[in-house]
């Protein structure tokens, strides 16, 4: 479907900026959580059984890569996002979101072994609570800016405690401080991620901000893994169970649900309800697989309460921007309107 220039003389957003009702978006969010936790159990198992750590991160992107190049082919719209996105001028570093998957991706695969799941968990979201109440303050993704409000704050420290809550007795490696550190950078890189991405669909389309994602992070996957040994040398032993490979259509699924409720609630409260899903999916994972751990309590309290976070973010409002009642795609036009070029090839605002 051909789209009408706005009055600005920006591309209209695409129909995913036009923000859903909070319930519903955090609802897609939550879900994608549960898919991301799936997806981060295939991508490790693959790549131990693999042989290399990057190698999961790898079938990941390329699968995650050729699923959209698919849908790019297959449908007309896509190309249609693609051309407008062309036409929107943004910045250079608006297409550099996919960076923040790859990294945690990455970070993920070479830090957990030495801090432990627990603690690289707990310092991932604690980076990407800052992250998201400075992206969301500074304005970068298409809902506009979100104020420093008390409840957003709130909001973020409950999430990081429920986070901490949920991974008692898990088994903590040795604390490295540089480790710690990369680790927080890697939820920064998330909230970035999603800010970006969603700047990218809001000028033009969703499809153009997952192509956008992937041939940014696809990249930077091969090359780490090619310096890290993976893609020379004796040849992996590839597994023959399907759902192993999987990461790369789990990927899609979660990127464009961020894509969905960032324009929504803003970066904070979707990493947030992420966050939430992506302990409830670990809570599943522990029950139903063989040999698991079974239902663990705080898993399950941590999850409830990162959702209750995520509630708690978004009392009282703190939008500045757009204005009281305005649309997400009202915002992405001011958006593309503040970015277009102005005379003698300034941007505007």
């Known amino acids: 479907m051909s789209r009408s220039p706005t009055a600005a003389g920006a591309p209209a957003p695409s129909p995913v900026s036009r923000a859903l009702p909070p319930w519903v978006a955090l609802t897609l969010v939550t879900l994608a959580g549960v898919a991301s936790a799936a997806q981060g159990a295939a991508n490790a198992e693959l790549g131990e059984r693999a042989g290399n750590a990057t190698l999961g991160a790898v079938v990941n992107n390329l699968g995650g890569a050729l699923l959209v190049g698919l849908g790019v ?12 996105l062309r036409r929107a001028r943004l910045p250079w570093w608006t297409y550099l979101g996919g960076l923040g998957g790859a990294g945690i991706v990455l970070a993920g695969a070479y830090i957990v072994p030495v801090l432990g799941v627990a603690l690289f968990t707990i310092a991932q979201v604690a980076g990407g609570s800052l992250g998201g109440l400075a992206v969301d303050r500074a304005g970068l993704a298409p809902v506009g800016r ?14 990081v405690t429920a986070v901490t809550l949920a991974q008692l007795g898990q088994p903590v490696g040795d604390l490295a401080l540089g480790l710690v550190l990369l680790a927080v950078a890697g939820g920064l890189g998330v909230a970035l991620q999603s800010a970006l991405n969603a700047r990218v669909s809001a000028a033009s389309s969703a499809a153009a901000g997952m ?9 930077v996957v091969l090359l780490v893994a090619a310096l890290a040994g993976a893609l020379t040398g004796p040849g992996p032993t590839w597994p023959d169970d ?5 990461g790369g259509l789990l990927g899609v699924v979660i990127v464009a649900a961020l894509l969905v409720g960032v324009p929504a609630v803003g970066v904070l409260r979707t990493g947030l309800a992420l966050v939430a899903g992506q302990l409830g999916g670990a809570l599943l994972l522990d029950a139903l697989l063989p040999g698991g751990p079974g239902l663990r309590l ?18 009282g409002g703190g939008r500045r921007g757009p204005g009281p009642g305005e649309s997400a795609r009202a915002g992405a036009e001011r958006v593309a309107a503040r970015e277009r070029p102005g005379p003698g090839g300034r941007l505007v605002g």
């Not at 192509?211 to 990249?219: D, E, L, R, S």
């Not at 309290?301 to 209750?308: F, I, V």
């Open 73 to 84: 082919l297959a449908l007309p719209s896509a190309r249609t996002g693609l051309a407008a």
């Open 146 to 159: 979100l104020a420093l409000t008390p409840p957003r704050v709130a909001g973020a420290l409950l999430g």
């Open 211 to 219: 192509v956008v994602n992937f041939a940014t992070a696809t990249p």
């Open 242 to 246: 399907w759902y192993l490979y999987t």
């Open 298 to 315: 705080p898993v399950l309290a941590g999850a409830l309460l990162t959702l209750a976070a995520a509630l708690v973010a978004g009392r």
